[in-house]
C-alpha cells in the first residue's frame, strides 16, 4: 500500500499566519491526491482535488501544489474558522490511504 | 445528497455487528461508496470501496472479516463486521467517492470492549 506522510503533525499558529503543510507519498502518485478539513466533532469535507482544485466551497487563501511524490497545501493567511485537522489522501491506488493528519493549534 | 450511517453499538470481542449507509439524493448502484473509520483521537483509516458494479476491495487490516454489500431497494450499502477486536473501536463513516470522498455521513459509532 502507498504510504502518505504528513508534516508537522501539529503545528501551533496565529491568525493571519501562512501555513503550509507538506505530504510525502511512497511512491508516485502523479497528482491523484486529495486534501480534506475536519474540524471537531464533524466529518472532513474534502478541500483539494487532484492536488490543486479547489472544491467549489473553499476561499482562495487555500491552495495545494505537487506532482509525484511530494504535495503542499498552503493557507496564505490563516482565518480563525481553519483551525482544524487537515488530511491528505491518494488515489492513485486501492486501498486510498490517508496521511496521519496535521493539527492546527492557536499559538 | 446526503449519506446516513446507523447501527454502531456495543459489542463484545469477537462479536458481529452490521452497519447501513442510506444514502438519499443518489443511487447506491451507480457510485462508488466507500467506509472510513477514525478512531477515538486518530487520525482516518480507509476501510473498503464497493464500486458501481458490484465489485469489492478491502484495507488489509479488515479483510476476511468486514464485507461490505448493498441492496438497490432499500438505496442502502451495508458493512458486515465479524471477529471484532477492541482496536476496531471507532467512528464509522460511509462516503462517496468521485475525484475524492465528496459526500460524507455522520458517522456511526462501534465500541468493541468486554
Known amino acids: 500500500a502507498i504510504q502518505l506522510t504528513q508534516s508537522p503533525s501539529a503545528l501551533a499558529v496565529s491568525v493571519g499566519d501562512r501555513v503550509t503543510i507538506t505530504c510525502r507519498a511512497s511512491?508516485?502518485?502523479?497528482?491523484?491526491l486529495a486534501w480534506y478539513q475536519q474540524q471537531p466533532g464533524r466529518p472532513p469535507k474534502v478541500l483539494i482535488y487532484?492536488?490543486?482544485t479547489l472544491e467549489s466551497w473553499v476561499p482562495p487563501r487555500f491552495s495545494g501544489s505537487g506532482v509525484g511524490t511530494v504535495f503542499t497545501l498552503t493557507i496564505s493567511s490563516l482565518l480563525p474558522e481553519d483551525f482544524a485537522t487537515y488530511y491528505c489522501?491518494?488515489?492513485?491506488?486501492?486501498?486510498?490511504?490517508f496521511g496521519q493528519g496535521t493539527r492546527l493549534e492557536m499559538k | 445528497m446526503q449519506l446516513a450511517e446507523s447501527g454502531g453499538d456495543l459489542v463484545h470481542p469477537g462479536g458481529s455487528l452490521r452497519l447501513s449507509c442510506t444514502a438519499s439524493?443518489?443511487?447506491?448502484?451507480?457510485?462508488?461508496l466507500t467506509w472510513v473509520r477514525q478512531a477515538p483521537g486518530k487520525g482516518l483509516e480507509w476501510l473498503s470501496v464497493i464500486f458501481a458494479d458490484g465489485r469489492t476491495y478491502y484495507a488489509d487490516s479488515v479483510k476476511g472479516r468486514f464485507f461490505v454489500s448493498r441492496d438497490q431497494t432499500n438505496n442502502t450499502m451495508y458493512l458486515q463486521m465479524n471477529s471484532l477486536r477492541p482496536d476496531d473501536t471507532a467512528l464509522y463513516y460511509c462516503?462517496?467517492?468521485?475525484?475524492?470522498?465528496?459526500?460524507w455521513g455522520q458517522g456511526t459509532l462501534v465500541t468493541v470492549s468486554s
Open positions: 489522501q491518494q488515489f492513485k491506488t486501492y486501498p486510498f490511504t
Open positions: 439524493g443518489l443511487t447506491v448502484t451507480d457510485n462508488y
Open positions: 462516503a462517496r467517492e468521485a475525484v475524492a470522498l465528496d459526500y
Open positions: 511512491q508516485g502518485i502523479s497528482t491523484d
Open positions: 487532484d492536488a490543486s
